[in-house]
């Protein structure tokens, strides 16, 4: 018979840092032959534990060679070494070593399932019954006796069928009925394999061995019959090999060991990376997505563009002229839809409805008259949508939105010849009646209907009070009266007829700078007027250059104000207009008389300056006869262009061309602007993220070191707790990729389910505040806009966290050998 193992000359010293080194084993020589019980035997301390580690490739030599069929094991790498005792050694130890968590046939197995062999039932059944455990498969560790544990763990070593068996004291912890039945197993299993039993036990070793060795000191002082010399035999290794399959099973099994922890990490987990989701979707905010989508939401395929001048003072709507046209057809490629605003002698051109029946409104519905008319040229038929009655075909026809047709319906329109009352939608788009616009005579022949439920139902909606819900009031007044302003012509601009009255002509648009203040829509008339001039009235025409100011137009200035209650005070006995005529004209003698200013004239930029020359105690600030004439000729100006666009992504792209109609006051100069239907409240939205947007940041950064922080250390406590079942894992010839295997799948299939939590409860939490905080409004609005991005982010976050996690404590725990984990040093 040939030896298979040669130990030539090893010592082992182990090195301490505190005292002095300890000299486990000294220059010991030893073959083994491929069968056979071998006893080592010896006191406590004297080194068989270490000669038996060194065997079994759980730890290494100080000194001389180990030779296992003339390979030295000293050569072998980390991964070789695995291999060496995933196929050559069976460990059995003293303290058992077997995984509690899993049950009897699948600690037996798993040593197979290294091997990467599919585990055969019968192969299982067969040992159970060589072991005497039959029926005990199904069992879970911690319902066995010590000697049955024990042998669960022959089985273990005995199903790969290994050369060589190493028993550390396995009957150490057991009682002399047990400890007999497993040297009986034992010595029965020496016939075919080789068994080296460690033991101090020498009456057993007495009985059962076939050779025993006694060890003293770390030297072999006795040995009762040497091995022959070694074989050059051939030693096949297996790479370890474990199935992810059978990975993740040990996985489900280990996670039902400490389900309260295991829930509350989930939980927790989930609720941060919820949390986390929302900051991230908030983060992830952009204003163009929340438009297009809100667009998208509420079925709306039209915007608007414009050109308009940011300035300190406020925005104003710029006019459009051909060469702003000729752009934006060369930009976008569409059909354009102009959109007019017309002028009579500098009024903008209305229609007229008749009075309001009874005091104040009945119902906020009808509060909003559609007269601030704008004239849409269609040149894309889609912007009218659905229509009751027709599309215009003359250019005397016109088609209207159905705000504007119940806004007729309610309170008349003028006609040529008197109110036109209409009962019914029917009645007002089949009649001949020509409605008045300025001179122009309409017909009114299609009226829009965008089929929306929610108009109906605020149509049919009991009065409101404007100050509680200012907001509301707001956001119907934008989404729905303002469609009223609307009409729609075909190739109507160009016949267009003015007013003549020039009487009480005014400018709706302009603003003057120049003394200290601005005075918005300054209402300005022509003609003979008093003029109030350092307390003397005098009445005469005004040159060109002059301007009258009234009263009005200053006398709400904050500084006037404080100065007029000051004043009030001082003259408490005279009567409030005295007082009041005598304040206004010293402050205007003060602050105005004879002081230049610029008139500027926002919708064709022209500026002009005056020189205030008298106060005027009515509501109207006076300029001259022929200046009126220069300044607010009768015209068409484009004011806007109407586009209709279904496409998401050509929306995006004009949307990132142009700036949003509503902007920060930080944005100066003029611009081309995009609007939609409810800019206001989408800006209202838009300064809320503007203004959270850093704290956001934060929020969002705290959640994620806390979504990191709980995951990490549970799968970091999980896996230091597991410290010792890696040990065994390694032993019995896991490799480190095994291990990661197993522990990463755990971790994994917690994230994933902390994750696809967390990922629903986002959803949720978003649709709430969506809910709760946009519900309300007379349009779908999404304030928070869900992105798929988010998801991605969430489970790349979990998914690197864990891998992270379980590379880091497993490698840790890879370079302490194996041996070492076992014993928890
Ligand atoms: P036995 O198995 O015969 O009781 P061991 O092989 O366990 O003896 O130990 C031999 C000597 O080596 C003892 O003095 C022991 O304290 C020491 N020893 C064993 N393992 C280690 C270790 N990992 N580090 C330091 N000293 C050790």
Known sequence: MKSVIELKNVSKVYKSKKSIDTLALQDVSLKFQNSGMVFIVGKSGSGKSTLLNILGGLDSVTSGNVLVEGKNLSEFSTSELDSYRNTYVGFI???????????????????????????????????????????????????????????????????????????????????????????????????????????????????????????????????????????????????????????????????????????????????????????????MFDQNN???????????????????????????????????????????????????????????????????????????????????????????????????????????????????????????????????????????????????????????????????SLYEEARSSEFFDLDDDMDLYKCFKENYASKGYYIYTKEFIININYVDDLEKAFLNTNYVVGVGMSFDNLRLSSGNIEISRNGKTLNRELDEGEIVLSLDSFNSGLSFKNSFYEFLEQNKDRTYNDVMSEFASNYFNENFLDKEIILYDTQSGEEKPLKIVGLSLSDNSFISDKYIKDFVPNKENIVSVKVYEEDESVLRNVFSKFLFRRQFNDVIGTYYTFSVINSDKLFNVIVVYREVEWFIVAVCMVFLLFAFLLFSNFIGLTISNAKKEIGILRAIGAREVDVLKIYGTLSLVIALVSCVLGIIGWLVVCKIINYSIFGGLYFKLDGIVVRPLVVIMLLVFMISVSIFITVGSISKISKIKPIDVILNK
Request: net charge negative.
């Open 93 to 283: 130890f003293q303290e058992f070593n077997i995984l509690e968590q899993y049950n009897v046939s699948e600690n037996i197995e798993l040593s197979l399932r290294l091997q990467g062999k599919k585990q055969k039932n019968t192969d299982v059944l067969e040992i159970l019954e060589r072991l005497d455990l039959s029926g005990l498969g199904d069992r879970r560790i911690n319902e066995l006796s010590g000697g049955q544990k024990q042998r669960v763990s022959i089985g273990r070593a005995l199903i790969k069928s290994p050369r060589l068996i190493l028993a550390d004291e396995p009957t150490g912890n057991l009682d002399l009925k047990s400890s007999k039945q497993i040297f009986d197993i034992l010595k029965n299993i020496s016939r075919e394999h080789l068994v080296v039993v460690v033991s101090h036990d020498m009456e057993s070793a007495k009985v059962y061995a076939d050779r025993i060795i006694e060890i003293q000191d770390g030297k072999v002082i006795s040995d009762t019959k040497q091995g022959d010399d070694i074989s050059n035999g051939e030693i096949t290794l297996i790479k370890s090999k474990l199935p992810l399959s059978y990975a993740f099973n040990m996985v489900l099994s280990s996670l039902k060991v400490k389900p309260f922890r295991l829930f509350m990490t989930v939980l927790l987990t989930a609720i941060s990376l919820v949390f986390l989701g929302v900051t991230m979707t908030l983060q």
């Open 290 to 452: 929340l438009i297009i989508n809100t667009m998208k939401d509420n079925g709306e395929h039209i915007y608007e563009l414009g050109k308009t001048e940011f300035s300190l003072l406020g925005d104003n709507d710029m006019v459009l002229d051909i060469d702003d046209i000729s752009y934006f057809d060369s930009e976008l490629r569409t059909s354009l839809n102009l959109v007019y605003r017309l002028y009579g002698d500098g009024k903008p051109l209305s229609f007229e409805f008749g009075e309001h029946e009874g005091n104040g409104y009945s119902n906020y519905f009808y509060s909003l008259d559609p007269s601030n008319t704008l004239v849409v040229d269609v040149r894309d038929d889609r912007i009218l949508g659905g229509l009751i009655g027709r599309k215009m075909n003359a250019s005397d026809e016109i088609v209207v939105h159905k705000y504007f047709a119940d806004y007729v319906i309610k309170y008349g329109i003028k006609s040529e010849e008197d109110l036109f009352k209409p009962n019914s939608y029917e009645e007002l788009v089949d009649s001949d009646k020509y409605v008045l616009l300025g001179h122009n005579k309409l017909k009114i022949v299609g009226i829009i209907d965008d089929e929306d």
